[in-house]
């Protein structure tokens, strides 16, 4: 076998032969939770059976018809700022596709958002069945409207007429393979990309003409991206910087650093409430810090896509190290100003050294802004 | 770079990791054939003795997470080439004499017709031993998803097929998991009356289970 068709591995060693059939050991695990008994329904859905409870800007409505006219042609990237509301830019196509039958799925690496957005979709969508495939929810996985993870693709061979991958530049997708063939394997149509930050290979494909582009770097509320704001100094010096800061400030702040073992020293030095990959009680204490019941919070990357806070301030301690790539630090950004009451805030990537992703992270921001108000 | 992505890059049978991943400077002296050091440690036998009533049992490590998804791995997702992993360093405590035969615990014949294979065959494979399949289960009976009480129903479950080829023999019982021993024990009782002298060997055992009787 040379390549395994459904997690395209290459890897001689991974492949075995039992009972006259050569087997892919990587994926093998994928093939033994097919389900061929579910099946899917007709359903009729009209302009009245869904609808957003806002109305969307005039640049939101422009982008929404955009991205359904050329969905209908071929595969779109949607390129929007954090904040600006990709989610309701694809509900027009979305009910357009369900209108004509077609079968629609959203697919998303992480898990927690599926079943935030799951959630979402239904009150949208009222009349029809929404249902959220993930880890825990995988009794069910068939319904009107699919939410999954990526893993949860593999489920879904040639199965969607529209597929939309949102934030395929996030863990664990971006550079998952096995992942990107499910992706492939599981549609029929086109394939609708949401992100913020778009990789190489798709602005290559956008500069071939492969792949149809659609911007919109211009937040509901019509504020700029917020532009971070360099630091660069010795470590000690950005320790104090950061305390003297929180102590000043009376807003709420997000520290993010890059690992999980300096997230648990610096909040038992500052006496802060730490939140990783490792802590337990993660959406309690994402509770407590919407409710304002903590003042500040220091975190990984865990918290760098998914999360609206309001009125919240950024500060990226040591953002030239490697675990903060360009895609990265502009999500972290992304994560001041979403709220229409607090537009503005502030962003600190605080170095040790000067960093080539922290500069473009900075050049992006401002050239969205450019494009957006030309400032 | 993804083992999956390079052709011809060696594999760990067991994590799928590339075969040095975790390689020290004592691997320049060491030839690695299937396992990558870590899997080889964990795989290696912890020799945990315990009593099943009359029956002397020894298990090579203790049942948890890692060994019940490598488990499911090969009887669920049919990953055949994982076998041999799970008694590769048991060759000791499976040594065959002239008067040995290896008993192995049996599957139900559906779950065997339905995964192609029977695994703890394959598990044992590589050992050449001298197997007789003297028990059989009756059909529709699966232990593994009976609770503790019951597990003890296995008694009326379990027949003894043939006595020749166990007769007069050092019989020794092989299984993959002893959870609560009831399987092991109705095997003893079937045999014991044919056997000369009757023990177990098993891959893993339920923690508790070792805890309460474990021989001190």
């Known amino acids: 076998m040379q390549s395994c068709p459904r997690c395209k591995s290459i890897n001689q060693h991974g492949f075995f032969k039992h009972q006259d059939q050569w087997l892919c050991r990587f994926c093998l695990s994928y093939a033994s939770f097919i389900d061929t008994k579910q099946r899917s329904r007709e359903i009729t859905l009209h302009e009245s059976d869904y609808g957003l409870p806002f109305e969307l800007t005039p640049y ?56 935030q957005l799951q959630s979402r979709l239904q009150k949208i969508f009222k009349t029809l069945e929404v249902i959220a495939v993930c880890e825990g929810y995988t009794e069910k996985w068939m319904g009107d409207l699919i939410v999954c993870t990526t893993h949860q693709l593999f489920r879904y061979d040639r199965y969607f007429d529209v597929l939309i991958l949102d934030e395929p530049d996030a863990f664990p997708y971006k550079g998952d393979r096995m992942l990107e063939t499910f992706a492939n394997n599981s549609v029929v149509g086109n394939i609708i990309y949401l992100t913020a930050t778009p990789s190489q290979e798709q602005r290559k494909l956008v500069n071939e003409g492969s792949l149809q582009h659609v911007t919109l770097y211009r937040r509901p509320f019509d504020n700029p991206l917020p532009v971070p704001i360099k630091k660069v100094s ?34 038992r030095l500052f006496n802060i409430s730490n939140i990783t990959s490792k802590t337990e009680d993660k959406e309690n204490l994402i509770e407590r810090f919407i409710t304002k019941n903590e003042q500040h919070i220091i975190c990984t990357t865990v918290l760098e896509r998914g999360v609206t806070f309001s009125d919240v301030q950024v500060v990226v301690l040591f953002a030239n190290h490697r675990v903060f790539d360009k895609a990265s630090l502009i999500q972290i950004s992304g994560r001041v100003g979403r709220d229409k009451n607090h537009p503005f805030g502030d962003c600190y990537f605080l170095m040790d050294e000067t960093s080539k992703e922290v500069d473009q992270c900075i050049q992006e921001t401002k050239r969205a802004n450019a494009s957006a108000f030309g400032v | 770079m993804h083992p999956r992505d390079q052709k011809s890059q060696r594999i760990c049978l067991w994590c799928l990791e590339a075969l040095y991943h975790d390689a020290t400077i004592f691997d320049l002296f060491l030839k690695r054939d299937i396992c990558c050091q870590q899997c080889d440690q964990q795989l290696r036998s912890k020799r945990l003795i315990f009593d099943i009533g009359a029956l002397s049992c020894e298990a090579h490590c203790i049942y948890d997470v890692h060994i019940e998804r490598a488990l499911y791995r090969l009887k669920e997702d049919k990953d055949i080439a994982i076998a041999t992993l799970f008694f590769k360093h048991a060759k000791i405590q499976l040594k065959r004499n002239k008067n040995s035969a290896h008993v192995l615990m049996p599957s139900s014949q559906d779950k065997i017709v339905e995964r192609g294979f029977d695994h703890l065959h394959h598990m044992v494979k590589q050992h050449k031993l001298d197997i007789v399949d003297c028990l059989r289960k009756k059909d529709g009976w699966k232990q593994a998803t009976k609770s503790k009480q019951d597990r003890k129903a296995i008694k009326q479950n379990i027949i003894l097929m043939e006595t020749e080829r166990i007769k007069d023999k050092d019989v020794i019982l092989v299984d993959d998991v002893c959870t609560t021993g009831s399987t092991l024990l109705t095997a003893y009782e079937l045999i014991k009356p044919h056997a000369k002298t009757v023990r177990a060997v098993v891959f893993a055992v339920h923690p508790i289970f070792y805890e309460d009787t474990k021989r001190l």
């Open chain 1, 234 to 267: 010795f470590r000690m010096h950005l320790i104090f910087w950061l305390y003297c800061y929180l102590k000043q400030t009376d807003k709420q702040v997000m520290v993010f650093v890059p690992t999980i073992r300096l997230a648990q020293r610096l909040g």
């Open chain 1, 60 to 115: 939101q409505q422009e982008v929404s018809k955009q991205i359904k006219n050329k969905a209908m042609h071929g595969s779109v990237l949607v390129e929007a700022v954090c904040g600006a509301g990709k989610t309701e830019l694809v509900i027009d196509t979305i009910g357009e596709a369900l209108k004509q039958s077609k079968k629609v799925g959203w697919a998303i690496p992480r898990r927690q958002v599926v079943l």
